[in-house]
DNA sequence: ATATAATTTTTACGCGCGATAAATTCTTAC
DNA sequence: GTAAGAATTTATCGCGCGTAAAAATTATAT
């Protein structure tokens, strides 16, 4: 490794005695040269170790090889988990990801946004914010960039919505309650900024009429991503007041669970599925940590792989320039039997 | 808003009636022109939407005003933590933050460090995987890019190291649980891969010396980056093997607590402070969720806040010019008391 | 050996903006 | 009203690379 520095293409080309066009041209696809000129391109990049700068090959490509990821609220695990997912895809295809966060609040949406489009990423992959989202500016984003949405749907925005089939869910969860035991109450947040939320109440009410019991719904309120709080709060609160009609809660997802487990655990109650227990408690999502709660979360796991690898699939057919109409995939989740319910 | 589309800067110069030059000197300050040629070009701005391309500028500039973000494991809560602290505050000092994470592979921060480099930034701030890292890659890494490091040091690396004073966290917690009971015992990975890991575990053996109390440690397998797992496992092991001497138990950090509690509760034993306890548990690092275990877990708390800060404003003195020695600078935790211990 | 196809080289332009120097216009103070 | 100072305009390069067309070279098939 000679320690040369070599200022631009026209230097290396030089170098390695092959003209700058032709460089160029391996640069963008090493199998579109001659094998004989790509053994001489590549016995000098090992000798003088050169990379063609990012920003001039951007300014002169109409299409970038960079693609944003943007979810909600990075510090939320169930985040992290899909953003670790899908960057690992993106780069797999040979694409550039950068991962971006909201931190829940729809100005930094809308800026992340803003920034995204001015480097005209080859395609974006968007958990929006929901119910917070500023509609419009996403719309607008979808209009210049090929995005697909996962996660949380804005219907009729994007390409594609790839997610999980929430009504399948809750129905799974509280069929399986409803046979192990008292039908269960749910517990969620008034104003759920994920329209996730919406849909898992509503298939609670759907599933319990249809196994003929009554429903119960308990709305706390907290509008922020500070999730377990929110539970914990609330879970003193509806702990408190008597109003349960039932030893069973289905919470709207792992976090709330987690923070209704601490309340549980603050008043005394011992959550399980035995006999000496006072209370169940159950969540949805699978969240990694469900796992490790004490007792551990009784959850549906949410399919993070099929979705990250269907999300994914689907912008690149798009950014290969393959048409096809708007579509909705969902994936299914498995019941998670644990200690809690 | 006209929807006229604005292809450069010259059109939009045009259109304001204002020179290219002086627009271009707008952006990149916009206090530095005359405030009523300001207010021509903010008037054309809100008429036409037009924006300078950013990877023209970054071609042209010899700055860019780019700040990367680099932590070993973006799912780990405590560096999601930090970088959305860290990212908040270089977007206040007018800098695009972009985050990376490394995954716990080697393999994958130097990728990330060559990518990085390749773009760049005015500056990094890089939370190394530790003794996993290739020292020599993020040393020229940061030959070429101003860099402060933070969470893990690697010497002599970088321009400052800031982080946490991992000997007083732990001189601190053990000073706390002699006082209240039994001496702890100690609970570790065998092969951590953050050399806080190592501190801590020196601090407890000088700790404990220097109360008089004979120390003990556990040193569990395993070496991914699936704590909670490991501290789960390894707390059967060790909770089987009756080899502890006391019924406390200081662990290395709060992920691997949290799964040592899961243990706990799979044997059925009590966790806290109060007389009919089995068991008392410590963390360290205040984990996002460290509140919501139950019990709610007793750990030393980072100071994520005055590491974040600090961290930035020295990597921002070091991008506006100023020259400084190598530093290190430590912030001490503060005891947070819950009920495991 | 020759014709043909496939690559590579030469040459030249363009991308959008930063930067600079000289010429011009505007501001401010007297 | 005038002169000095500040801001703006004009004109012109340069950044590093993509890209296109024509000319020259090489590889492949007959």
Redesign the interface.
């Known amino acids: 490794m000679s320690d040369v520095k070599i200022r631009n293409m026209e230097e290396f080309a030089a170098l390695s005695g092959i003209s700058r066009p032709t460089v160029s041209k391996y640069f963008h696809d090493p199998e579109s040269v001659r094998p004989s000129t790509r053994a001489r391109i590549e016995a000098a990049l090992e000798q003088y170790d050169y ?1 063609p ?4 090959i ?2 002169n490509r109409k299409q970038t090889k960079t693609v944003g990821i943007l979810v909600p609220y ?2 939320d ?1 169930v985040f ?2 899909f ?2 997912n899908i ?2 895809r993106c780069v797999d295809m040979g694409y ?1 990801p ?4 909201a ?1 829940g609040e729809q100005e930094t949406e809308n800026e992340i946004l ?2 995204l489009r ?2 005209k990423p080859a395609g974006a992959l968007l958990a929006p914010l929901g119910r917070a989202s500023d509609v419009a500016a996403v719309k607008a984003f979808c209009k210049d960039v090929p995005t697909v949405l996962f996660d949380s749907i804005l219907p009729d925005v994007g390409m594609a919505f790839i997610g999980s089939d929430n009504p399948q869910f809750t129905r799974l969860i509280v069929d399986y309650l409803c046979r192990t035991g008292e039908p269960p109450c749910f517990f969620e947040m008034k104003t759920p900024t994920n329209p996730n939320a919406r849909k898992r109440r509503q298939s609670y009410l759907d599933a319990m009429q249809a196994l003929g019991q009554e429903p119960q719904v308990f709305s706390v309120d907290g509008a922020d991503w500070h999730f ?2 929110i539970g ?1 709060q609330g879970g003193h609160q509806v702990l408190r007041s008597g109003e349960m009609k039932t030893n069973t809660v289905l919470c709207s997802n792992d976090r709330l669970a ?2 209704f ?2 309340a ?2 603050e008043l005394g109650l011992k959550v399980g599925r035995t006999e000496d227990c006072a209370i169940r408690v159950a969540g949805q999502d699978d969240h ?2 469900s ?6 979360l009784t959850t549906i796991a949410q399919d993070y792989d099929s979705v990250s690898r269907e999300a994914v699939a689907t912008l690149f057919r798009a950014i290969e320039g393959e048409d096809f109409p708007y579509s909705i995939k969902l994936f299914e989740g498995k019941l998670v039997m644990r200690e809690s319910a």
């Open positions: 990379r700068n990012i920003f001039a951007n300014q990075l510090a695990p992290a988990e953003a670790r960057e690992q550039r950068t991962i971006f966060s931190h803003e920034n001015a480097q377990e709080e914990r987690i923070g487990l601490t549980c655990y990694p940590f796992r490790y709660t004490c007792p551990p």
